[in-house]
């Protein structure tokens, strides 16, 4: 990984039904702040929030869903790889991705490279109890991890929900990533957003850049922003507000782990992946897939 200046853009969904031109203006507007944002600056990686393409709540079933989005890449994609091209730089964003069959929809994140190509695609994996396709929702869940090797270093996405499961991030970072974008419209607390963002950081070493949603999508919800940029040591280098703005912070290498805590003459000596007690691991391996719920009564 080399240094760099990564931004988190935190836009809001219009609230209307939604149709294609709903859809087509989202990405435009999406593309003017991500624009605002490179000239003002100079950001090689810039995260835009989960589905910022028609928001996270479509109001619409998934077959009605699947008629109005496209495949990745596809031509709803084409403005945003458009737009890495012409501003040079790495773009994420989170958009509702047609699968192979009618009402097969993902809830995916795109790596777009400098070159205007798609680099990676991550479909979300741990879907939030109510979107997903089984529970009455209109998602279906993905089953591969997505880590990207690129000039800036080795970019891993996971979308909201996903940062709730330390497994999803520990197998990105094991795997070589050291920048987990992840793309939000989270639903719960500003703590818990803050909390599992640094946890996931502080517990591989590696980069979030965590974009959030803010405003209002097509089904009246309403989203808090607070869009964070976390380093490997779990310190929030970077943090919005509740309206449509920009968070950056320079992500440098040789500074990532440099003390104890911010600021201390105290070095940082452990390393959360070298150290891994892995004869436990394996003794236990079958508890971590074993079927399991909280023992404690919840809705």
């Not at 100079?42 to 989960?50: D, F, H, S, T, W």
């Not at 998934?62 to 596809?74: C, R």
Request: aromatic share 6%; glycine share 10%.
């Amino acid at each position: 990984m080399r240094a760099f200046t990564a931004a988190a853009v935190q836009v809001a969904p219009r609230p209307d039904v939604l149709t294609r031109a709903v859809v087509k203006e989202n990405i435009a507007h999406a593309a003017r702040w991500v624009t605002r944002c490179v000239e003002t600056t100079g950001a090689e990686l810039v995260v835009l929030p989960e589905s910022v393409t028609t928001g996270f709540t479509p109001g619409l079933a998934a077959t009605e869903l699947w008629d109005l989005i496209d495949s990745v890449p596809g031509p709803q994609c084409d403005p945003l790889l458009g737009l890495a091209r012409d501003l040079g730089i790495h773009l994420v964003w989170g958009s509702y991705e047609r699968g192979a069959e009618r009402g097969v929809v993902h809830n995916s994140a795109v790596l777009a490279g400098p070159g205007g190509d798609v680099l990676g695609v991550y479909r979300k994996t741990h879907p939030f109890g109510p979107e997903l396709a089984s529970r009455g929702g209109w998602v279906t869940p993905g089953d591969q991890v997505t880590v990207v090797e690129t000039p800036l270093g080795r970019i891993g996405m996971l979308i909201c929900f996903d940062g709730d499961y330390p497994e999803l991030a520990r197998i990105q970072a094991v795997r070589g990533a050291e920048v987990i974008c992840r793309p939000s419209a989270l639903l719960r607390s500003a703590d818990l957003w803050e909390l599992t963002c640094r946890a996931r950081a502080y517990d591989n070493h590696v980069y979030v850049v965590g974009a959030n949603a803010t405003g209002s999508d097509p089904g009246g919800v309403l989203y808090f922003g607070n869009s964070l940029i976390v380093t490997p040591g779990a310190e929030v280098v970077a943090r919005g507000a509740s309206q449509e703005s920009w968070v950056s912070a320079r992500l440098d290498p040789e500074r990532a782990l440099a003390s104890l805590t911010p600021g201390s003459s105290v070095p940082q000596v452990f390393d959360h992946l070298r150290d891994r007690n892995l004869a436990l691991v394996r003794r236990y391996a079958d508890d971590l897939v074993r079927p399991a719920r909280t023992s404690f009564p919840h809705g």
